[in-house]
Nanobody, 121 residues
Framework: QAQLVESGGGLVQAGGSHRLSCTAT????????MGWYRQVPGKQRELVAR???????NYADSVSGRFTISRDKAENTLDLQMNSLKPEDTAVYYC???????????????WGQGTQVTVSS
């Protein structure tokens, strides 16, 4: 059972940059994919960025060109570099990991506890 822990949340001014990190109890390269999601009260959790084991990435349209997802092998972290932040980026950000196992037709999904990012205007 893998555990994910996010860090780096906080208060940021609009237009600024911020970085989130996610550590895992397993090697981050053992997962088939990892991602960052976010959620605001009253709305569904949405995908922000995702990276596969083959290093393919995809981003939500709303963050494309501003956010970058990456994996740090030395630190064993999944990172999200957020630039040109906007007030609408305010949300709880969650780290996510997917693991394919032979006994299941669907991947195991792991979530972190979330970290709040607030962007002030």
């Amino acid at each position: 059972q893998a555990q994910l822990v996010e860090s780096g949340g906080g208060l940021v001014q609009a237009g600024g940059s911020h970085r989130l990190s996610c550590t895992a109890t397993a090697s981050i390269f053992s997962f088939n994919a990892m991602g960052w999601y976010r959620q605001v009260p009253g709305k569904q959790r949405e995908l922000v960025a995702r990276i596969t084991s083959g290093a393919g990435t995809n981003y939500a349209d709303s963050v494309s060109g501003r956010f970058t997802i990456s994996r740090d092998k030395a630190e064993n972290t999944l990172d999200l570099q957020m630039n040109s932040l906007k007030p609408e980026d305010t949300a709880v950000y969650y780290c996510n990991a997917e693991l394919l196992v032979m006994e299941r037709s669907t991947p195991l999904i792991y979530w972190g506890q979330g970290t709040q990012v607030t962007v002030s205007s």
